[in-house]
């Protein structure tokens, strides 16, 4: 009897904790709600573009309760929503001026500041004059800053410009202690994205590519910081940091001799500079009149529902099934673009800004584009980003033309398998294997002896027939003969510039002349109006906006933490790759040299850490 009273107790016990629970969470979404909606009543003032967190082509939605529960929020910004926003205010007679507050910005790749350097260049032209300030400026932010019509940094600040170039983590030592056999299934020399798992070193050919790489994407940087700030000093801090601020006491007054900022600002000192620009408003935060970002990205640049020329996103690492926003997911790409066959639309733009994935993804989305081009008889343009390379330049042989910025990274043709064993594993604590076999792919792969002879040909000649079929794909998209591509394929990456020597891009430019080059093809004339194909968001995504998930207020760090950057992020970052290599034995058109500019979400990069520190600790 006291047992049934005890369980009794339990359920009424439980019952009571999920009634609260529902409680609470109707409140919480009420609030939302209640909140959720910007003022739809803009002021006047400063337009405040705080680019806390990064700049990517979609964001990914924020998890739901996330901000609820204290768990760290990185902030994703949408390029194409930046830019609209930049180009609205050229001509809104209520932005005065435009603060740009890069204390939390952690970059978003080269092309995107180059677009949004124009896009400033733009507003400065029509009169508004855009103010920058940072504690530290890095590649990215000096990048964005270096055209603002000033830059202030704060006293105790610095400004280190390192060029790009860097190093990447080789886990072959790692998986011969931990017993994992990597094996490897590629075709192409420089398709560089294996060697983590196979040396402990970069090879010849993958140090010569990369090479070659960065150094014409450095130059590019150069470029267009110099044009923006002729005065700068630019090649002495990047080419002899030493003689430029070794023998300096005060590294941000070094900075403004060296013509690299303007002012040495403290951020109050901004903040009275900007009331200067847009008015006084002593309620609002820094005292000056201000206009926050999202809000008048939400009010003055809705996305378009219906239009002439239609927009795709394929953005993020491709993968195979369904996923939110921010990973080009095959089935979910696939079902937002047969949505798309029910409007009338005139021409298709794809924008593309992914390193690649699944190979068999990457045939889906191209196919999807290719039947509604068919079906629609419509000019399909492809506009690349920071990345359009391996299964991202794979999906964009369904282009008639293919339009990119200078410094995004391309190409990367060439295909990949990695299938992981665990006979060394086993062996290391005494498992052996054994069985029977009936024909010799019986039990293949086998993950546990290795897989056999047969299995390795059989998945090698998976792989090269996918090679082949690339191949094609990109001879008969740009009319060259398999042989020529053959040669500029083999894995190579390339700039935008050299690619379209190569014949690999038509034209330089960015979204805004990839949407002309649209309407051209199709026969608009004046301004086209646009319809962003968008995937059918999910449960928590809704619960996501309906909460209002934000980032928290930025931690204002100093210069040496901004210059230092987050190397924890980039371990993460590589680990979860790792894992993700591994995972199976699908076949890869991916690019790991085209590193986007996001870190694992809080949540996946601490279960990695655990993960992957208790396979040491064994």
Not at 403 to 415: E, N
Request: charged share 20%; glycine share 10%.
């Amino acid at each position: 009897m006291s047992f049934a009273r005890a369980l009794w107790k339990l359920l009424v016990g439980i019952k009571d904790a999920l009634a609260l629970l529902l409680l609470l969470l109707f409140f919480a979404l009420l609030y939302a709600a209640l909140r959720g909606t910007p003022d739809p009543v803009l002021g006047e003032g400063v337009l405040v573009v705080d680019l806390d967190g990064i700049v990517v082509e979609e964001a990914a939605p924020a998890a739901p309760f996330a901000t609820l529960t204290g768990q760290p929020v990185l902030r994703e910004w949408a390029l194409p929503d930046l830019l609209a926003a930049l180009a609205a205010a050229k001509d809104d007679d209520r932005v005065a001026a435009v603060a740009l507050d890069l204390d939390g910005f952690l970059g978003g790749g080269q092309p995107a500041m180059e677009e949004l350097g124009e896009a400033i260049a733009a507003l400065e032209a029509a009169g508004k004059p855009v103010s920058a300030f940072a504690t530290g400026y890095v590649g990215d932010s000096y990048q964005l800053a270096a055209h603002a019509s000033e830059i202030h940094l704060n006293p105790l600040g610095a400004v280190g410009l390192a060029g790009p170039g860097g190093s990447q983590l080789y886990f072959a030592d790692l998986l011969d202690r931990l017993g994992v056999t990597a094996n490897i299934y590629r075709v192409g020399t420089y398709k560089a994205a294996i060697e983590p798992f196979t040396r402990s070193s970069m090879s010849d050919e993958a140090r010569e590519n990369m090479r070659a790489l960065v150094e014409t994407l450095g130059e590019q940087w150069r470029d267009d910081v110099r044009a923006a700030r002729p005065a700068a000093q630019i090649d002495l801090a990047l080419d002899d940091p030493v003689a430029a601020f070794g023998g300096s006491t005060d590294l941000a007054e070094r900075a403004r001799e060296l013509g690299l900022v303007d002012t040495l600002s403290s951020r109050a000192a901004w903040h009275a500079r900007l009331a200067e620009l847009g008015g006084e408003d002593e309620d609002a935060t820094g005292g000056f009149a201000r206009i926050e970002l999202a809000d008048y990205i939400a009010l003055e640049t809705p996305r378009e529902r219906g239009g002439e020329i239609g927009i795709v996103t394929v953005a993020g690492n491709i993968v195979d099934g369904t996923a939110a926003p921010g990973t080009a997911a095959g089935e979910s790409l696939v079902k937002a673009i047969e949505a798309a066959d029910k409007r009338d639309l005139s021409a298709l733009v794809v924008r593309i800004d992914s390193p690649g994935g699944s190979a068999l993804a990457s045939e889906r989305i191209r196919v999807a584009l290719e039947e509604l081009k068919a079906e629609k008889d419509i000019p399909v343009i492809a506009s690349f980003g920071t990345y359009a390379a391996s299964g991202g330049y794979w999906i964009a042989t369904a282009a008639d033309e293919i339009v990119a910025p200078t410094a995004t990274l391309t190409g990367s043709i060439g295909v990949f398998a990695v299938l992981p064993s665990f006979e060394g594993t086993l062996d290391k604590v005494g498992v052996g294997v054994d069985g029977v076999r009936t024909t010799p792919l019986s039990g293949e792969p086998d993950l546990l002896a290795g897989p056999s002879a047969a299995a390795d040909a059989l998945f090698q000649a998976g792989v090269e027939s996918t090679y082949a079929r690339f191949l094609a794909l990109v001879a008969a998209s740009r009319e060259l003969p398999v042989e020529r591509v053959a040669q500029i394929a083999e894995g190579r990456v390339w700039d935008g510039g050299t690619a379209r020597q190569l014949g690999l891009v038509d034209r330089f430019g960015g979204l805004d002349t990839a949407i002309a080059l649209a309407a051209e093809a199709a026969g608009i004339e004046g301004e086209p109006s646009l319809h962003w194909i968008e995937r059918e968001r999910g449960v928590a995504a809704r619960l996501a906006e309906l909460l209002g998930a934000e980032a928290p207020e930025p931690s204002r760090t100093d210069a040496f933490a901004r210059l230092a950057g987050h190397p924890d992020a980039l371990l993460v970052r590589a680990l979860v790759t790792l894992e993700e290599l591994l995972a199976g034995p699908s076949l890869q058109a991916r690019c790991l040299e085209c590193v986007p500019p996001t870190a694992p979400a809080p949540r996946a990069a601490a279960a990695a850490r655990e993960r992957w520190l208790a396979r040491l600790a064994d």
